[in-house]
């Protein structure tokens, strides 16, 4: 019965403690890290945590991950109290922009801590030689200082001055006025309107007219004893030279009446005797 006691004691102690947290880990806290290093064993990525506590605390409980899912890195040692620890990690952190955790070994869902800096977060990133730390050792805010000081106090090191964003003022559109129609001229009329009255002609001009006008035509005596003598020329009889022209147009024409009647007949004569050789061809055939 007393075994029994003992046995049930002994795994009532394993059941909560496994469920225990480690004494003192709310205390740790990333305190540093420097990304921006060649990556090789005399110039590494680091990582410092800091005890913000009053006790030792075992760090062989606890390891690092980065935003992959295979890189960690387990730590070792104890650390003591206001006091600081650095871990050197090859190239493992990415110079853009990464995350930083310090986890529980034996349940990685219990983050103690976590930093993301670059386009990974809200931490700047630091260049070349420099480092990203709290501004004081253990109290959140962080900055970018122009030397790292690993594994030493943040509170005296140097601090790069954030840059102060600018903002540019945004131009109001202007409203552009809305253009007016540009009225149509109406036509005016090509040809103008033709005066009604007539200009009086003067008496004088008139009667100079007439002057002139009966000083350049000819009397009614000369005129018609021109028209008489040119109608007399004109119903004058044909010459002689048109009476031959038209004896000779008669002949011609006879001449050419004769010989449309001759071949005239000559066809009629042909078409006989055609007539005729066929005609003997069919008695010939019918005898036959």
């Known amino acids: 019965m007393k075994a029994i006691s003992v046995l049930f004691a002994f795994l009532l102690f394993l059941f909560c403690s496994s469920f225990a947290k480690p004494t003192f880990a709310v205390d ?9 290093t060649l990556g090789t064993e005399s110039d590494p990525d680091w990582i410092e945590i800091y005890n913000n506590g009053t006790e030792n605390i075992d760090l062989s409980l606890y390891r690092i991950r980065d935003n992959s899912a295979t890189n960690k890195l387990d730590l070792s040692e104890t650390i003591d109290p206001k006091s600081f620890k650095a871990f050197d990690w090859s190239n493992k952190l990415n110079k853009p922009g990464d995350s930083i955790r310090l986890l529980l070994i034996s349940n990685e869902e219990n983050i103690i801590d976590e930093i993301s800096y670059g386009d990974k977060g809200s931490v700047s990133v630091p260049s070349s030689g420099q480092s990203s730390g709290r501004k004081t050792d253990g109290v959140s805010e962080w900055v970018i200082f122009s030397s790292s000081s690993k594994e030493s106090t943040n509170n005296t090191s140097a601090i790069i001055p954030s840059p102060t964003l600018t903002l540019t003022p945004t131009p109001s559109p202007t409203k552009v006025p ?13 040809n103008p309107p033709t005066p009604t009255t007539k200009t009086p002609t003067s ?14 035509s000819p009397s009614k005596e000369k005129t018609k004893n021109i028209l008489g003598e040119s109608t007399a020329s ?24 004769q010989i449309l009647i001759g071949i005239g007949f000559a066809f009629l004569i042909a078409c006989g005797i055609v007539a005729g050789v066929q005609k003997i061809k069919k008695d010939r055939l019918i005898n036959e």
């Open 178 to 190: 809305t253009p007016t129609k540009t009225p149509t001229p109406t036509k005016s009329p090509t």
């Open 234 to 257: 004109i119903s004058a009889g044909p010459t002689k030279k048109s009476q031959q022209a038209t004896k000779v147009l008669a002949a011609s024409e006879n001449r050419t009446s």
């Open 28 to 36: 740790l806290v990333i305190n540093e890290f420097s990304s921006d």
């Open 203 to 216: 008496t004088k001009t008139q009667a100079l007219t007439k002057k002139l006008i009966g000083s350049i």
